[in-house]
């Protein structure tokens, strides 16, 4: 059996608002409310073919598409365009009418027509494309590719005849068309690795040139956000609103395999004023819970018993590289393969790869996935941490008050209180563990005090053995 320590506020354990102690919860939290912001990093980077490249673009260029049509109808008093907004999981063939698939489809064939040899030199790269590169390379046609769309809204008078219309130039194109051959030469040259970050270095400076140009011929002003969102933050937010597609969210709650470091109750024990917990999990190192989701039906969440196991965090240097192209998990197969996988006349071989062995493909997706949530830099190391973790494949976003689980009382195996902890807040918790065991006829839960060792020079607890439970 092994033991397992949280270190929570008295606010957490005894405060009204989560009462954590009494209703026996743990709370799991979403990356962004945890205190790394590296939580949740992905080294996204894209290793594909002509089939899927170009499904990419098109992807891009639909949902690019909608936000524009969404400006022309919200401005910026009716709605605040977000990246909720951007129809991410949308195929190529869920448009609401005819008439708005074929206006697409004419859009879609003006693109290609403009930029497909543009597209076709990204495909000859050798390397797997970085997140950073790739947002270079939309970020030069984005503003054409906006004059492509309102040129057809013009047309089919969805926007009135503009005073003054951009000419579409390519000399931005051209200039990093010719940078993606010069870094294919580079990556095989002596060094090789280090001009080719000082090339994308000059990539990203052309574009902020390009971006300043517009600025200065007043294509945006600051004061406008949902024409800020459409011009210049759209391109970052698309990329990274593509991780939706590969992965669920995840939830964690956080455990420890150790409660002697000063600055570890000091972060999470209130100052040394909290509690830790101690847990005690079954032989698969899982600990069980009373209210998990097993299901759904008509009413909503089917809730019964359920295990969460523990998993490990990695202390490591770096993030391993999660190619997109590989790992598009949440789309239905039909979907999934008619909007990344199918070409003109023949299918990407990642498609093909991913049919030979679907087992494989979906151990590989899972252990990709685990492995990057349970991963923090070396800095964090001195936490020892374990993680129960909480996700589902088909839930976009778990409600928070369905985050909070109910364990069950015989893993708490103790608790340590702080060096600092209230005398009142002692005798409240020592009163609802006394009452919870009479319930549970138990008669071992043990109470440990924290103190400072000169002896070891870090933080040990001794047993408070005259606290006694009588049932």
């Known amino acids: 059996m092994k033991t397992f320590y949280r270190f929570r506020s008295i606010d957490n354990l005894l405060g009204e608002k989560y009462n954590e102690l009494e209703n026996q919860s743990i709370y799991f939290a979403s990356p962004n409310q945890l205190n790394d912001p590296m939580e949740g990093f992905k080294d996204l980077v894209f290793n594909g073919d002509s089939?899927?490249?170009?499904?990419?673009?098109?992807?891009?260029?639909m949902c690019l598409e909608r936000i524009s049509s969404l400006y022309i109808i919200a401005g910026e008093e009716h709605h605040k365009i977000t990246a909720d907004n951007i129809p991410i999981y949308n195929s190529f063939d869920d448009f609401p009418t005819p008439m708005y698939k074929e206006l697409f489809e004419k859009?879609?064939?003006?693109?290609?027509e403009i930029f497909e040899d543009f597209i076709d030199t990204i495909v000859t790269r050798t390397t797997p494309i970085k997140r950073d590169e790739l947002s270079s390379y939309f970020n030069t046609i984005h503003f054409i590719t906006l004059e492509i769309i309102y040129r057809n809204f013009e047309e089919r008078k969805f926007i009135p005849k503009r005073e003054k219309i951009d000419n579409i130039d390519l000399e931005v194109v051209n200039i990093i068309k010719e940078s993606i051959n010069i870094l294919e030469k580079v990556l095989k040259e002596e060094n090789g690795i280090k001009k080719f970050e000082e090339l994308i270095f000059i990539q990203k400076q052309v574009h902020n040139e390009f971006a300043l140009i517009n600025n200065a011929q007043n294509k945006f002003v600051i004061n406008f956000p949902n024409k800020n969102f459409l011009l210049v933050d759209f391109v970052n937010i698309y990329l990274e609103s593509l991780e939706k597609l590969m992965y669920p969210n995840w939830?964690?709650?956080?455990?420890?395999?150790?409660?002697?470091?000063?600055?570890v109750w000091g972060h999470y024990g209130d100052s040394h004023k909290g509690v830790c917990l101690i847990f005690e999990?079954?032989?698969?190192?899982?600990?069980?819970?009373?209210?998990?989701k097993i299901g759904e039906d008509l009413n909503g969440i089917v809730r019964g018993n359920t295990e969460h196991k523990f998993y490990k965090?990695?202390?490591?240097?770096g993030y391993p590289e999660i190619d997109f192209f590989s790992s598009i998990g949440r789309l239905p197969m039909g979907k999934l393969y008619s909007t990344w996988y199918k070409g003109h006349s023949s299918d990407s071989k990642i498609f093909d790869d991913f049919n030979q062995d679907q087992n494989k493909w979906r151990k590989n997706y899972w252990d990709t996935f685990y492995k990057n949530i349970l991963i923090k830099t070396k800095d964090w190391e001195y936490e020892k941490e374990y993680r129960l973790i909480l996700s589902g494949l088909l839930d976009n976003e778990i409600k928070k008050e369905n985050r909070i689980l109910q364990y069950d009382f015989k893993h708490l195996k103790g608790l340590i209180f702080g060096i600092k902890t209230p005398l009142e807040d002692k005798l409240r918790i020592i009163d609802i563990i006394a009452n919870k065991c009479k319930i549970n006829n138990r008669r071992n839960f043990e109470f440990y005090q924290a103190y400072y060792c000169h002896k070891n020079k870090n933080i040990q607890h001794k047993k408070l053995s005259l606290i006694k439970f009588e049932n």
């Open 107 to 112: 859009i879609s064939k003006e693109f290609f």
């Open 313 to 317: 965090v990695n202390y490591q240097e």
């Open 51 to 61: 089939i899927t490249y170009k499904n990419l673009f098109k992807h891009y260029l």
């Open 251 to 263: 939830y964690t709650a956080c455990f420890m395999t150790e409660s002697h470091n000063s600055s």
């Open 281 to 292: 999990a079954n032989e698969k190192e899982s600990i069980s819970f009373s209210n998990g």
